[in-house]
Nanobody, 126 residues
Framework: QVQLVESGGGSVQAGGSLRLSCGVSGYSASSYCMAWFRQAPAKEREGVASISTGSGNTAYADSVKGRFTISQDNAKNMMFLQMNRLKPEDTAMYYC???????????????????WGQGTQVTVSS
């Protein structure tokens, strides 16, 4: 059973940076499609970025391209989301998620992801 634990959230002023981490245990497949999603109050959950651990291929939501970077450290079973030039609209609960296999060419849909972490809050003030 894959378990995911997020960390690194917090409060920051607009223009600042945060780095989210996702620790993975129970990792057995040769590749996983892993992703970051976020959900703001009264809004639907949306995909932010995804990465195929076997290839390193990534995809991003248009709203974060050029500001956020998804990465991995397979040796440490960790995934990261470096968030720069944060905006108040980035305020949300951020979740990491995973599914065995490979990510599609575009941002993976949440309906494909059976494993989820509990989330970490990111708050950006103006």
């Amino acid at each position: 059973q894959v378990q995911l634990v997020e960390s690194g959230g917090g409060s920051v002023q607009a223009g600042g940076s945060l780095r989210l981490s996702c620790g993975v245990s129970g990792y057995s497949a040769s590749s996983y499609c892993m992703a970051w999603f976020r959900q703001a109050p009264a809004k639907e959950r949306e995909g932010v970025a995804s990465i195929s651990t076997g290839s390193g291929n990534t995809a991003y939501a248009d709203s974060v391209k050029g500001r956020f970077t998804i990465s991995q450290d397979n040796a440490k079973n960790m995934m990261f989301l470096q968030m720069n030039r944060l905006k108040p609209e980035d305020t949300a609960m951020y979740y990491c998620a995973a599914v065995p296999g490979w990510c599609p060419g575009t941002l993976v849909s949440e309906t494909r992801l059976p494993y989820w972490g509990q989330g970490t809050q990111v708050t950006v003030s103006s």
